[in-house]
């Protein structure tokens, strides 16, 4: 699967941004999908995931309660609401998809917030 994400860029603390990933391929739906965020100077981070089938996603302590996940199968498409964003939330974004064991990363998008 390829994936490209989209929706990163500039917003002032306590903003918000919804970032998108697009997928490639009919078997879409049979994937788990979800982020990861990396800062600079740090390891790549865990964010939050969502199954194959939908229902509540997991998070990253971090950004619970401000972030959502969400998947269009129709769309091929899984989405990052995040709210209430704060100047550590800034990082490039990745979006990911499981299957079979392997792992499929999409180009990241840059996402800064500002104090």
């Known amino acids: 699967v390829q994936l490209q994400a989209s929706g990163g860029g500039l917003v002032q603390a306590g903003g918000s941004l919804r970032l998108s990933c697009a997928a490639s391929g009919r078997t879409f739906s049979s994937y788990a999908v979800g982020w990861f965020r990396q800062a600079p100077g740090k390891e790549r981070e865990f964010v939050a995931a969502?199954?194959?089938?939908?229902?509540?996603?997991y998070y990253a302590d971090s950004v619970k309660g401000r972030f959502s996940i969400s998947r269009s199968n129709n769309k091929l498409t899984v989405y990052l609401q995040m709210n209430s964003l704060k100047p550590e939330d800034t990082a490039v974004y990745f979006c990911y998809a499981d299957y079979s064991g392997i792992r499929s990363w999409g180009k990241g998008t840059q996402v800064t917030v500002s104090s």
């Open positions: 969502i199954r194959y089938s939908g229902g509540g996603g």
